[in-house]
């Protein structure tokens, strides 16, 4: 039994890469962020410091907008939240336990 | 009859107890005596600081415990599930979109022209014909200090000449009054403001002394200087001519936070003085030779006759490599140095207090006349530009001794060339008929992105620096004793999109 349960433990970590590689092999993907509910990054193909500093940051903006989106219309919710700047794009997909950090740069 | 007696006691000895004692034998030691010393210190600055860790379930990086795979955080893989498809498709479609193609937001003023804000005069030095030889913008960005003497006498010039500071920031600039003149026995050659500490400033004289003022002394501002000791710039007295110095910058020193003044003259020696405050001088620490005969690759120069010493022009530091330099001479090398070479320099002993060493590493192609300014690129390690009498502009990689790219600035004379500290792919040149042009990289065309005349009648533009801190400010030195403080365009300061790719792409190429 406990050679079963070590199985799918590493068959679903090796699902989580995989998915990540399909993401991180778009065209002009520069970096993927996994942020847990409290703001904590757990999965990043950026270097440490930039993935504390684009974790907090995003954190704080993804609560405010969702509370944006609930406050003018308390049955809609946030699905997709995109900021778009000068150099790059950075999509955040959110969800109740987990966010999706992904920076592209559509030029690239 | 009876008496009382008191008898002897007596003893009998034991016949089969013998003595416990062995053979003894006694040794002692004792250590040599310990030395002891005392000591105090006082920390003159206290810092209090505490740490903890974060409770066990807080910790971000978490290593699994050896021989057992820790389960992924819970609802991980099927989190992923729910929005791979929707991230992905909005990846692809936002990569072919064309949807802010040419949008542009303009969150601040912009400004579409170029024009000349202020030109600061000093009529004194004017009237007796200064020049403007090197300028510097204090590190906090608001007060420029011009250097006058003259960069077109031949012999030695024992002209008085002055230093001159404006603060720009102040309400009452006066651009004909400056806010402080220093007045200096010798032509200055060179000028350069403390990195961190805003009231020095560094000169370079034409007599070969390297001066240390200090803005915030309200007598005798010199702070330390070297004096006409055997150190100073100075060749040994039967050739009858001196040194002069045309370079000084500020490097880091060998302890944390210290700042040395080092400065290159046209004796091919480039040297690295601390500064001594207390005594009001300049010790000399540390010292660089340039000889002919040392610098690598030198097959087209050994045809020259005359003095061995390599003559320097124009330095450059290296922003990314804090042991590299760049050294610019008067007969056209470009060469790299290192300021921790060991080799010593093939140099006759002149008394100095320090032996000198050999810093050339490298050797570029050589121009066909003196080198008149450097200045290595702030967003590319390998990059840096040159410029020479011949009106050329090099861009060079530290890499390859032969140019990446050849731009023409002017038919005469380029005296100054700095890379924008915004823009990759742009840098401005100062030109001998008094104009600056700054070129742009990123354009098709290898003609100037604009041009800015200084009005002085076609005398030439001797230095130009950036403002280090307000990104649209460029302070223009000329040979008729103003300076031009100029207000830059948005699209000469703000960064492109892509700047830093196509820069990385240029130093990638080889030359053919």
């Known amino acids: 039994v406990t050679v079963l349960i070590h199985h799918c433990i590493l068959y679903k970590k090796a699902e989580v890469e995989e998915t990540l ?15 847990n509910a409290e703001g904590i990054p757990i999965k990043t ?43 790059n794009e950075i999509m955040i997909a959110p969800d109740k336990d987990y966010f999706l950090i992904v920076i592209q740069n559509p030029s690239d | 009859m009876f008496t009382d007696e008191t008898l002897d006691a007596l003893g009998v000895e034991s016949l089969w107890r013998k003595s416990q004692q062995f053979a003894q034998e006694s040794r002692g030691c004792q250590t ?17 600081n505490g740490t903890q860790t974060d409770p066990q379930d807080h910790l971000i ?56 804000i202020h030109c600061l005069q000093h009529p004194s030095a004017q009237e007796k014909g200064l020049q403007v030889t090197s300028i510097s913008w204090s590190c906090t960005g608001s007060v420029i200090a011009c250097a006058f003497g003259r960069v077109d006498d031949g012999d030695w010039s024992t002209e008085k000449s002055c230093v001159c500071t404006w603060n720009l920031d102040r309400r009452g600039l006066n651009p004909k009054r400056p806010d402080m003149v220093i007045d200096v026995a010798r032509p200055v050659m060179s000028l350069s403001f403390h990195p961190s500490q805003p009231s020095l400033i560094a000169g370079g ?39 002069v110095c045309f370079q000084v910058a500020w490097v880091p020193g060998p302890r944390r936070g210290e700042m040395v003044v080092l400065s290159a003259g046209s004796g091919g020696r480039v040297l690295l003085w601390t500064v001594d405050s207390d005594e009001g001088r300049l010790v000399l620490s540390a010292g660089f030779a340039l000889i002919r005969q040392q ?3 030198n097959s087209a120069l050994s045809k020259n006759r005359g003095s061995s010493n390599v003559g320097v022009t124009s330095l450059a530091l290296s922003p990314w490599d804090l042991d590299t330099f760049l050294v610019g001479s008067e007969s056209g090398l470009v060469l790299k140095c290192s300021f921790s070479a060991q080799t010593l320099a ?65 038919d005469s004379y380029v005296f100054g060339v700095r890379w924008s500290p915004t823009r990759p792919l742009l840098f401005a040149a100062a030109t001998g008929q008094g104009l600056v042009q700054i070129f742009d990289l990123g354009r098709k065309s290898l003609r100037p992105a604009a041009t800015l005349d200084q009005l002085t009648g076609g005398q030439p533009v001797y230095c130009l620096e950036f403002n280090p801190r307000r990104k649209d400010l460029l302070a223009v030195g000329n040979a008729d004793g103003s300076v031009n403080i100029w207000h830059l365009s948005t699209e000469l300061t703000e960064q492109g999109p892509r700047e830093t790719a196509k820069l990385e792409q240029l130093a990638n190429e080889v030359a053919e």
């Open chain 2, 346 to 410: 093939a140099a006759p002993p002149d008394g100095e207090s320090v032996t000198l060493r050999a810093p050339a590493q490298f050797s570029f192609s050589p121009r066909g006349g003196p080198v008149h300014s450097l200045h290595c690129s702030p967003f590319h390690r390998n990059l840096f530009v040159s410029v020479g009498t011949d009106g050329l502009a090099h861009l060079h990689s530290l890499l390859q001794p032969d140019p990446l790219l050849s731009l023409r600035v002017s």
């Open chain 2, 32 to 48: 040599r005596p310990v030395h002891t010393a005392e000591a105090e210190i006082q920390p003159l600055l206290n810092a209090d």
């Open chain 1, 45 to 87: 193909t950026l270097d440490n410091s930039s993935t504390v500093q684009y974790a907090g940051l995003i954190h704080q903006l993804v609560m405010k907008a969702r509370s944006t989106v609930r406050d003018i219309d308390p049955q809609n919710d946030l699905t997709f939240l995109r900021v778009r700047s000068k150099k």
């Open chain 1, 21 to 35: 590689k399909r993401i991180q092999g778009q065209k002009g993907v520069q970096g993927i962020i996994i942020v």
């Open chain 2, 205 to 243: 004289l034409y007599s070969g002394e390297v001066v240390v003022w200090d803005t915030n002394r309200t007598q005798d501002l010199i702070l330390a200087q070297t004096g006409m000791s055997t150190d100073t710039h100075r060749e040994p007295v039967y050739q009858r001519s001196e040194q």
């Open chain 2, 61 to 116: 990086y978490q290593l699994p415990p050896k021989g057992e795979l820790r389960p992924e955080s819970p609802g991980l893989r099927d989190f992923l599930h729910r929005v791979e498809d929707m991230v992905v498709k909005e990846l692809a479609s936002n990569a072919k979109s064309h949807a802010f193609d040419g949008f542009d937001v303009n969150w601040e003023d912009q400004n579409e022209t170029v024009s000349c």
């Open chain 2, 295 to 297: 610098v690598p690759h």
